[in-house]
Every structure is written in C-alpha cells, then in structure tokens.
C-alpha cells in the first residue's frame, strides 16, 4: 500500500515539474540559457532511496 502512494506521489511530482520547466523555458532557440539549479529542497526523500 504504502510503496504504491509513494510512487504515485513521485510521478505527480515529477509530472508538475516537467510542466512547471515548460512553462517557464524561454521559447526563444536563442534565448538565454537557464541552468536548472538543484537545491536539496528540490530533491525528493524518495529519490534518495
């Protein structure tokens, strides 16, 4: 029970991000590049396993 909240968590966090990233990517080809930063409040405790 709990592994299967817990992947189901994990993909609906996954798939808000994914779409957060396309919304705020620059449409432009040559647009500024914007390096995704990675903070350890952007990690997931289930990613760590």
């Known amino acids: 029970m709990y592994a299967y909240v817990t992947d189901e968590l994990v993909r609906a966090i996954t798939r808000e991000r ?26 997931s405790p289930a990613s760590r396993c």
Not at 19 to 42: C, D, L, M, S, Y
């Open 18 to 43: 994914e779409e957060e990233a396309r919304q705020t990517r620059p449409h432009a080809e040559n647009g500024p590049k914007i390096a995704p930063t990675v903070t350890p409040a952007t990690v």
